[in-house]
């Protein structure tokens, strides 16, 4: 299975983050979309970041102020995104995102085409495709000793 077929199942729209926004913002948008994590983009189209709940815990632990303050201070999302987003294509297949985000050890993936985002995958995504795959692949196997061959 490829990522094209999740995303065609799942729907393409992408919720994004601009970098100058707050990270109060980003955490208000994932709490809102129930979401782990925004890809950062100046324009909806090119991918300057991705930032994650995970991102912003680190950040609240770096900060002496947090437990203080009641927060991350008022920061850009800038200063807490990873920049050095990996990406895959919707040609890839699921099993090889399924790799890449295990030996990455991250739970989403933007999909991009030539530059452009295109898509996100999370790793619930992943798992929910292998387990259709999967529960396909038995009733295949059911069906076959049923009938005999």
Do not use: N
């Not at 437990?67 to 297949?93: F, L, Y």
């Not at 530059?115 to 495709?129: E, F, P």
């Amino acid at each position: 299975m490829k990522i094209s077929a999740i995303l065609a199942s799942k729907g393409s729209d992408t919720v994004t983050i601009t970098p100058d926004a707050t990270v109060a913002s980003l955490i208000h948008i994932l709490a809102e979309h129930r979401i782990g994590a925004v890809v950062v983009s100046p324009d909806s189209i090119v991918i300057a970041g991705i930032v994650s709940e995970r991102d912003v815990v680190r950040a609240m632990a770096a900060d002496p102020d947090a437990g203080t303050t009641g927060g991350v201070r008022p920061k850009p999302v800038s200063e807490i995104m990873t920049t050095d987003v990996a990406t895959i294509s919707p040609d890839d297949t699921v099993d090889a995102a399924m790799h890449f985000m295990t030996e990455g050890r991250f739970r989403h993936l933007p999909v991009a085409v030539e530059g452009v985002l295109v898509g996100i995958v999370s790793i619930g995504d992943i798992v929910k495709a292998r387990l259709d795959s999967l529960e396909q692949e038995r009733a295949a196997l059911v069906d076959y000793v049923t009938r005999g061959g």
